[in-house]
């Protein structure tokens, strides 16, 4: 078996390159993809997904964020890191995929998509061959992956979106942030075959008000889409969030007592029950990244 150790800050991995020969016992469960969505831009997603990833990686789970925003990549400046490269440039044969990939303090690997994630749709076999190889190695040690895709109905959005195993949308109270989540709904549902949704409200004055948006939706979905949502929780309008985020840091690991905070502690919680109950229908990381590079769609 050929092993080799990359190192990314202070986090280690061996990855098991030949993962045929790790007796079935000890293979490790493969790592679930939550691809983290919305109708509309500004509602929370990068916020929740670098939240979430710190929340996870409290509980010493071992986590890698996929930043595939093309509009508004700024997951690196929450998760304080400063990536030298992207995807973009292992393209073009100027960087391997291990300096491509950056840890923060907390050990949260952070895979800066940027502009790569356009190209990654029309690669070479040669380069698809290549980038698989290397993800392989990096991804298997990890537990979870959570993928910030950017808002809205376009190509580059709902193609990551699909390609996930389980998509979380991200609703606020604002009617277009509703209005645009069904729209996007609608567009997974009947154009990628997905059915299944996760809906988190972000921004609600309390579990009453999250409650209500879910109900809405939910209905609407399941009478015209005949699309089942699940209600995977809620995280309040918080100051303290706001705060935060003016500082370039996580509501979570600056301060954990805060109200949102807890409630991604909460979210990361119901997200590991998920991953550990439920049957990996749709793959895992790996499966995930084949996928995409396969430009496949839907099927679940
Ligand atoms: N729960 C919340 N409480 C208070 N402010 C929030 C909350 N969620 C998001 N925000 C505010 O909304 C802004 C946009 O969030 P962001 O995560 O960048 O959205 P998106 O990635 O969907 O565009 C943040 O800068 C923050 O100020
Ligand atoms: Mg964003």
């Given at each position: 078996?050929?092993?080799?150790?990359?190192?990314?800050?202070?986090?280690?991995?061996?990855?098991?390159?030949?993962?045929?020969?790790?007796?079935?016992?000890?293979?490790?469960?493969?790592?679930?993809?939550?691809?983290?969505?919305?109708?509309?831009?500004?509602?929370?997603?990068?916020?929740?997904?670098?939240?979430?990833?710190?929340?996870?990686?409290?509980?010493?789970?071992?986590?890698?964020?996929?930043?595939?925003?093309?509009?508004?990549?700024?997951?690196?400046?929450?998760?304080?890191?400063?990536?030298?490269?992207?995807?973009?440039?292992?393209?073009?044969?100027?960087?391997?995929?291990?300096?491509?990939?950056?840890?923060?303090?907390?050990?949260?690997?952070?895979?800066?998509?940027?502009?790569?994630?356009?190209?990654?749709?029309?690669?070479?076999?040669?380069?698809?061959?290549?980038?698989?190889?290397?993800?392989?190695?990096?991804?298997?040690?990890?537990?979870?992956?959570?993928?910030?895709?950017?808002?809205?109905?376009?190509?580059?959005?709902?193609?990551?979106?699909?390609?996930?195993?389980?998509?979380?949308?991200?609703?606020?109270?604002?009617?277009?942030?509703?209005?645009?989540?069904?729209?996007?709904?609608?567009?997974?549902?009947?154009?990628?075959?997905q059915k299944r949704f996760w809906i988190l409200a972000n921004n609600v004055s309390g579990e009453a008000e999250a409650r209500r948006l879910f109900?809405?939706?939910?209905?609407?979905?399941?009478?015209?889409?005949?699309?089942?949502?699940?209600?995977?929780?809620?995280?309040?309008?918080?100051?303290?969030?706001?705060?935060?985020?003016?500082?370039?840091?996580?509501?979570?690991?600056?301060?954990?007592?805060a109200p949102s905070a807890q409630a991604f502690v909460a979210v990361a919680q119901r997200m590991m029950q998920t991953a550990a109950g439920g049957v990996a229908v749709k793959g895992n990381l790996q499966f995930f990244l084949r996928r995409m590079l396969a430009g496949e769609r839907g099927?679940?």
């Amino acid at each position: 078996m050929i092993e080799t150790t990359a190192t990314f800050g202070n986090l280690e991995l061996t990855p098991q390159l030949n993962s045929e020969s790790i007796p079935a016992a000890k293979r490790r469960r493969p790592a679930p993809v939550f691809a983290i969505t919305s109708g509309k831009g500004g509602v929370g997603k990068t916020n929740v997904t670098a939240n979430l990833a710190a929340a996870l990686a409290l509980k010493n789970r071992r986590v890698m964020v996929i930043d595939a925003d093309l509009g508004l990549a700024n997951l690196d400046l929450l998760l304080g890191v400063r990536p030298s490269y992207t995807l973009a440039d292992f393209f073009a044969g100027a960087a391997p995929l291990d300096e491509i990939i950056v840890a923060n303090r907390q050990g949260i690997l952070l895979l800066p998509g940027a502009s790569g994630v356009q190209e990654m749709t029309s690669l070479s076999s040669d380069q698809k061959a290549a980038l698989l190889t290397e993800l392989d190695a990096i991804t298997h040690p990890l537990d979870i992956a959570l993928v910030d895709t950017g808002s809205g109905i376009s190509d580059a959005v709902t193609y990551f979106t699909a390609a996930a195993q389980e998509i979380v949308v991200v609703v606020t109270p604002e009617p277009a942030s509703m209005t645009d989540a069904y729209a996007l709904i609608k567009v997974l549902a009947s154009a990628h075959g997905q059915k299944r949704f996760w809906i988190l409200a972000n921004n609600v004055s309390g579990e009453a008000e999250a409650r209500r948006l879910f109900d809405a939706l939910s209905r609407t979905a399941l009478c015209f889409l005949n699309a089942a949502l699940d209600y995977l929780g809620w995280i309040p309008r918080d100051p303290r969030l706001a705060r935060a985020v003016a500082r370039s840091r996580m509501v979570v690991e600056d301060a954990g007592d805060a109200p949102s905070a807890q409630a991604f502690v909460a979210v990361a919680q119901r997200m590991m029950q998920t991953a550990a109950g439920g049957v990996a229908v749709k793959g895992n990381l790996q499966f995930f990244l084949r996928r995409m590079l396969a430009g496949e769609r839907g099927g679940r």
